[in-house]
C-alpha cells in the first residue's frame, strides 16, 4: 500500500535566493510521496536521488510545483541507510528506512494508568493515528495498574483505554496487576474470553496463567506474573506496594516449552517480566542497587527485573538456588532450569517492568541494552507508557514495533517516543545525555534481528 504525503521542500541557500530545504527525518522504501518545491518563478530546477525516482525531475518553477518521489524497493532488509537528494546538484542528507511490514505487532509496556491519572493507551493510538501508523495486534506486557494496585474503577477504564482496539490487543498479567485469584484481571481484561478476536486464542493452560494463539506462522504465547503467590515470592496485601521480582508457575513453563520444539514457527513469548542476565538490570541485585525498582524483600533485592522464581504450587525455587524461606535448595534449579533449557529453541522474548533509568538507549554496568540478541534469539524491553511511575524516575515514554516480512528470516524493531524527553545526566550512554527526544520514531534505534524462521503470510 503507498501511502502519500504532502511535504514542503524549499531550495538550498547556495541554490537559489537564500532558501533552505526542509524533508521528512526519514523516507520509508516501497512509497510514494507527494512534495511540494517552491522557488523562483522562471528558475530551472533538477532534481535526483539514489533513493528513488522523482516525477519530474526538471522543470521550470512556476513558484510552488508538486512531484512525485517513489523510493525503491530492495529484497535485503536494511534498517536505515543514508543518502543524499539533490536540488540543482546541490545534495541534502535524507535517510531511507526499510518498508513497513507485512505484518506489524505494537509492543505496549507498563501503561499504570491510574498512577499517570490519564488513558495513556488511548492517548497513543491516537498519536500512532495522526502520525499514520499502522499496527496488526498489539501485546500489553501488563502493568495496567499502579501503586494502588487494581481497582474496580482502573478495570473499568480499561475498555475505554483500549477503546476500538480492544479485541486486537492481548493481555497478560503484571505484578501491579495482580489480587487474590487473580479476580481483577479475569474480570476486568479477561484476554482468553473475548469474542471478536482477529487471531482466536488457541489453548489456556489448566492453571489459567498463560495462553497460546497463532498470527500467521508466529506462534505467540502469553505469560502471567503470579504475584498473588505467598510472601515474599508474591504480595503482602496489607500494603499498597507493586512486589517487583517475577514468579511464575510450573504450569505455565510447561505449557510454554511445549509449544518451542516446531521448527516451523515462530516462537514469541510476552511476559511481563526479562529474563535473568538478558537485557539492562537483570543481574541479581542490579535493579535493587541501581534505584530501578522500590524493594520489599530479600526476594525483591535480589530479582526485582526479571522472572526470579518458578512457583510449583508449594514452594518456590529461584534461579541462585533458594526457595521462600530463603534457604538453599538442591533440587530448586532443576525445577527453573525448564525455562532456561528452552532458549536453544526460542526466538523472541517480549517483557517490559524495568522501565529505562534515562532513555530507550540505557545501558547498565555489565554492558547490556534494553535490547539484545543471543544465539538462541532476542529479548526486548517494551518500554513503557507510564510518565510517572517510577522508583524516583522520569523515564523515557516508548513503545515498540515489530515488523514482519512474508519471506524473510529477519525482523526491524522501530521505536516511538510518546512524549518529549531530555537523556538524563546519569545515562551510562554518555554520547545520549542532554539530547532531546520528541514525538515520533527514534530512528538511530531502529534494528534489525534475526528470527530463524522465515515469515510467512
Not at 529484497?75 to 535517510?95: A, K, M, Y
Request: aromatic share 12%; glycine share 8%; net charge negative.
Amino acid at each position: 500500500m503507498k501511502i502519500y504525503f504532502s511535504i514542503l521542500i524549499s531550495l538550498f541557500t547556495v541554490c537559489l535566493s537564500g532558501q533552505t530545504v526542509n524533508i521528512p527525518t526519514a523516507f520509508c522504501e516501497c512509497e510514494t510521496y507527494n512534495l511540494t518545491v517552491t522557488g523562483t518563478a522562471g528558475q530551472a530546477i533538477n532534481l535526483s536521488t539514489n533513493i528513488g525516482t522523482i516525477t519530474p525531475n526538471s522543470f521550470t518553477s512556476t513558484g510552488s510545483d508538486v512531484v512525485q518521489l517513489t523510493t525503491i524497493c530492495t529484497n535485503s532488509l536494511d534498517p536505515i541507510r543514508t543518502s543524499n537528494l539533490f536540488v540543482n546538484g546541490s545534495p541534502t542528507q535524507v535517510q531511507l528506512k526499510e518498508r513497513n511490514g507485512d505484518f506489524v505487532i505494537w509492543l505496549i509496556g507498563d501503561p499504570h494508568s491510574d498512577t499517570d491519572g490519564t488513558f495513556n493507551i488511548a492517548n497513543a493510538r491516537n498519536q500512532l493515528t495522526s502520525f499514520n501508523i499502522n499496527w496488526d495486534i498489539g501485546l500489553m506486557v501488563g502493568d495496567y495498574t499502579g501503586q494502588a494496585g487494581p481497582t474496580v474503577q482502573n478495570g473499568l477504564d480499561y475498555a475505554n483505554d483500549a477503546g476500538s482496539d480492544i479485541n486486537r490487543i492481548y493481555e497478560v498479567i503484571g505484578n501491579h496487576d495482580a489480587d487474590v485469584g487473580l479476580n481483577w484481571f479475569n474480570t476486568y481484561i479477561d484476554p482468553t474470553n473475548r469474542a471478536g478476536r482477529p487471531y482466536a486464542i488457541q489453548a489456556v493452560n489448566g492453571s489459567n496463567d498463560a495462553y497460546t494463539f497463532k498470527a500467521h506462522n508466529i506462534q505467540i504465547t502469553g505469560l502471567y506474573d503470579r504475584n498473588e503467590v505467598p510472601f515474599p515470592a508474591g504480595k503482602d496485601f496489607s500494603t499498597e506496594a507493586g512486589y517487583p521480582a517475577g514468579t511464575y508457575s510450573t504450569d505455565a513453563v510447561g505449557f510454554w516449552s511445549s509449544y518451542l520444539n516446531d521448527t516451523s514457527v515462530i516462537n514469541l513469548t510476552f511476559a511481563h517480566h526479562l529474563l535473568y542476565q538478558s537485557t539492562s538490570y537483570t543481574e541479581i541485585f542490579e535493579a535493587y542497587n541501581e534505584g530501578i525498582h522500590n524493594t520489599y524483600s530479600w526476594y525483591d533485592r535480589r530479582g526485582s527485573s526479571f522472572v526470579y522464581g518458578i512457583w510449583d504450587g508449594a514452594d518456590v525455587s529461584t534461579v541462585d538456588n533458594l526457595n521462600l524461606a530463603k534457604l538453599p535448595n538442591p533440587k530448586a534449579y532443576v525445577k527453573f532450569k525448564p525455562i532456561l533449557d528452552c532458549y536453544d529453541n526460542h526466538h523472541i522474548w517480549v517483557a517490559g517492568h524495568t522501565h529505562p533509568r534515562t532513555t530507550a538507549y540505557d545501558i547498565d554496568a555489565q554492558g547490556r541494552r534494553m535490547m539484545e540478541e543471543y544465539s538462541w534469539g532476542t529479548v526486548i524491553n517494551s518500554g513503557n507508557l507510564t510518565e510517572n511511575h517510577g522508583a524516583g524516575l522520569t523515564p523515557h515514554v516508548f513503545t515498540r514495533f515489530i515488523h514482519f516480512y512474508d519471506g524473510h528470516d529477519e525482523a526491524i524493531i522501530r521505536t516511538f517516543t510518546h512524549e518529549n524527553t531530555t537523556a538524563g545526566s546519569n545515562s551510562a550512554d554518555v554520547l545520549q545525555v542532554g539530547n532531546i527526544f520528541t514525538v515520533g520514531f527514534e530512528n538511530p534505534l531502529e534494528k534489525k534481528i534475526q528470527i530463524k524462521t522465515n515469515f510467512q503470510l
